[in-house]
């Protein structure tokens, strides 16, 4: 199966391999039969946060966002929306930064809202400030295909 790939249960957490062909075929965790996908970005912790971004084989985009700030709230449904529109391709996570300090130290986030974007692990790209869904998806095509 050299098409296979790894996708992170949103659920359980269990690593799932499946044929990259399926990916649209709405695909179900093996171990607890919740679907991969759901359409919506996913709010993490630092540990699930490290999970997706390694075990994934598909590109992770993070918004890094607190709940006091007006422009990540403001920003929120466009991200939702961008959601819907770049998964199955893309796996979008949210982290909060009160929450998950760890990971806005580690990666030295000085402004939110702040997308990042990961493939196999390692950050590739970094956009702060809010954005529409449009310009999101925009934003993560173009960083891909770079």
Not at 28 to 49: E, I, N, Y
Not at 91 to 107: I, M, N, P, W, Y
Request: charged share 20%.
């Amino acid at each position: 199966m050299t098409d296979s790939i790894h996708i992170v249960c949103p659920d359980c957490e269990a690593v799932n391999r499946l044929a990259q062909a399926r990916l649209a075929d709405n695909p179900v965790c093996g171990k607890c039969a919740a679907t991969l996908f759901s359409g919506r970005p996913l709010d993490v912790t630092s540990a699930q946060f490290n999970k997706h971004v390694a075990r994934n084989d598909i590109p992770v985009l993070v918004d890094f966002w607190a709940e006091w700030c007006g422009p990540c709230k403001m920003m929120a449904p466009a991200y939702a929306q961008a959601a819907s529109r770049l998964e199955p391709r893309v796996r979008l996570l949210k982290v909060d930064t009160e929450r998950a300090q760890d990971l806005s130290s580690q990666f030295g986030i000085r402004s939110i809202p702040t997308l990042a974007l990961f493939r196999g692990g390692r950050e590739i790209a970094r956009q702060p400030g809010a954005m529409d869904a449009g310009n999101i998806v925009a934003w993560v095509q173009s960083k891909l295909q770079a």
